[in-house]
């Protein structure tokens, strides 16, 4: 099982974590300490920016995955198809539209495999699989 390093809830913990980093490396007299801080500061910030980045742009998640080009293509129209059914059900702030296009895309690589050649397809799966999401919580 994979941990789930991206989101809003995630770069928040990243930020969190960089900072708290940050400040006891400041307090830190020994200079190799201090770095070895400031490094795992920067490992921190690394990942809020990567967690901030998938946020702003969900389909960084399927371009990072390992598919072939024909299941990207299918996976990619699938991701638009499936946005354009449902994105008048995530009107409002720019925080919840990108939460949904997160748990979109997360749905979608979470049905999707190597064969994958049906947009059609995936989106119905990924559509019903982040309903069942929607529904758990």
């Known amino acids: 099982m994979t941990a789930d390093l991206s989101g809003p809830e995630q770069a928040g913990r990243w ?11 400041q307090s830190m007299s020994d200079s190799t300490a201090e770095q070895a801080m400031l490094s795992v500061a ?12 998938v946020v702003r742009d969900p389909k960084r998640l399927i371009g990072g995955a390992s598919f072939g080009p024909h299941a990207l293509e299918a996976i990619h129209t ?3 198809a499936a946005w354009a059914e449902i994105v008048g059900h995530f009107r ?3 925080v919840s539209v990108r939460a949904a296009r997160l ?23 990924a559509l019903r699989t982040m309903a069942l999401d929607y529904r758990r919580r």
Do not use: C, I, T
């Not at 920067?42 to 980045?53: C, F, I, Q, S, T």
């Not at 748990?103 to 799966?125: H, N, T, Y």
């Open 15 to 25: 930020r969190s974590l960089e900072a708290e980093a940050l400040n006891l490396a």
């Open 42 to 53: 920067d490992g921190y910030r690394r990942l809020a920016e990567h967690a901030e980045a």
């Open 78 to 80: 699938a991701f638009d």
């Open 92 to 94: 409002g702030d720019g």
């Open 103 to 125: 748990r979109l895309a997360k749905s979608l690589l979470s049905v999707a495999s190597e064969d994958s050649r049906e947009p059609g397809l995936l989106k119905q799966a």
